[in-house]
């Protein structure tokens, strides 16, 4: 899977889960101080992109994924 | 050798809240926070906070009012359990003091502390002592005080909690009636012990949040879901769901992944705050007072918190 078939699958989970538009989701935004994603709507997003990308990203992962890219990334990585 | 019970029933419900209600307003006169942000994070709109009442005070008055409406006397009641965590004596406990209130002679007292989770555990053990003849009619409380275990100058968790109590009297069903209490589905995540915490050399409430939100909405499901099918009751068959009201949006995560879709679902948390072991009761015993839960419809109760611990089953209203 490519970097931009991880982001663009982030970024439908991010729409779902915290209302984010799609074309917001670039791989620079921070979650948080860009898209308005709160901790608890972060932990949604975490757990369905454990679903749809079928790999494990712990509770301490979850801190240091602060932009989309960081995200992408070790999505990347964990699912090789 | 056998008693003959093959089951229990509720037969009588109160609580209590005090009567000092703290506003979102109030809190963000207090620490640097906004109506916006805390009903969109946690969905609290306010909570009600103990002035002079203590845990056993509000205990008691929960207690008299379920004892109240089962149609039993003090004299009746043999064994009384209440779950808190938030109990500020070592002894006496707070079933004691309960007894002591409401004038009953001579029953089992008992209090338990598995947090959060505590009345359904309660309820579960009530019925286990009944069924097993070891006590004929029980008063079961869920009572907390956690404004005495809250830090009023962090805005992460002084928003979240609440005071009050809640009670259920449980007695033994007839020869051949159905029972209203279904089989517990309890147990413990004990490598996450640290998730949720009280600690002696620290004495506030706090919370790995992320952690137990994400546990709570992505395990508890499918075991909330045991609960209703051991008491052979279909999860689209349950007309109400009572879970721990600790945050609004865990409450609609579970829901979400549970299917119990024409199940009235509690959300008592949006006046009421998270009032831990109380939470459970409390809702439960204003819905029935609202005329919201049909009688004898099968309710499912199901908590969890720290330890982390919980509990489920389905019960039967009067």
């Keep these: ?80 | 050798m056998t008693n003959g019970v093959n089951g229990t029933k509720v037969v009588g419900l109160g609580h209590y809240q005090p009567s000092k209600v703290l506003t979102n307003e109030d809190l963000a006169k207090m620490v640097d926070t906004n109506d916006e942000w805390i009903v969109s994070r946690v969905g609290i709109k306010e909570r009600r906070i103990a002035e002079d009442e203590t845990v056993a005070d509000m205990a008691t008055a929960a207690a008299e009012k379920a004892l109240a409406a089962s149609g039993l006397t003090a004299a009746d009641i043999d064994y009384v359990i209440v779950a808190t965590c938030t109990a500020l004596d070592r002894t006496p406990n707070v079933a004691s003091r309960v007894a002591a209130g409401l004038g009953i002679d001579a029953p089992a007292a008992i209090d338990i502390n598995t947090a959060c989770s505590g009345f359904p555990h309660a309820v579960a053990t009530a019925d286990h002592a009944i069924r097993a003849g070891a006590a004929t009619n029980a008063i079961v409380v869920g009572v907390e005080r956690l404004s005495d275990f809250t830090d009023w100058t962090d805005r992460s968790t002084c928003v979240l909690f609440g005071d009050g109590a809640g009670a259920v009297v449980l007695t033994a069903t007839a020869p051949g009636e159905e029972p209203g209490v279904g089989p517990v589905v309890w147990g413990s995540v004990p490598e996450m012990s640290d998730a949720v915490r009280i600690l002696g050399d620290h004495p506030y409430i706090n919370q790995n949040g992320q952690s137990v939100f994400r546990w709570a909405t992505t395990t508890l499901a499918p075991l909330a879901r045991k609960a209703a099918e051991s008491a052979g009751v279909k999860i689209e068959d349950v007309a109400a769901v009572v879970f721990h009201q600790a945050n609004l949006r865990i409450i609609e995560g579970i829901a979400k992944r549970l299917g119990a879709d024409n199940a009235v679902i509690a959300r008592d948390i949006v006046e009421s705050g998270n009032t831990s072991a109380a939470s459970v009761p409390l809702a439960l015993s204003k819905m029935v007072a609202r005329g919201e839960i049909p009688s004898g419809a099968p309710v499912l109760l199901f908590a969890f918190g720290g330890g982390l611990t919980y509990a489920g089953q389905i019960i039967r209203c009067p």
């Design chain 1, 1 to 80: 899977m490519t970097r931009d078939e991880i982001r663009e699958g982030l970024a439908e989970i991010l729409e779902e889960v915290a209302g984010v538009n799609p074309d917001d989701a670039a791989e620079d935004k921070s979650f948080t101080d860009d898209l308005d994603v709160d901790s608890l709507s972060m932990v949604e997003v975490v757990v369905a992109a454990e679903e749809r990308f079928d790999v494990k990203i712990p509770d301490d992962e979850v801190q240091n994924l602060k932009t989309v890219g960081d995200a992408v990334s070790f999505i990347e990585k964990a699912g090789k």
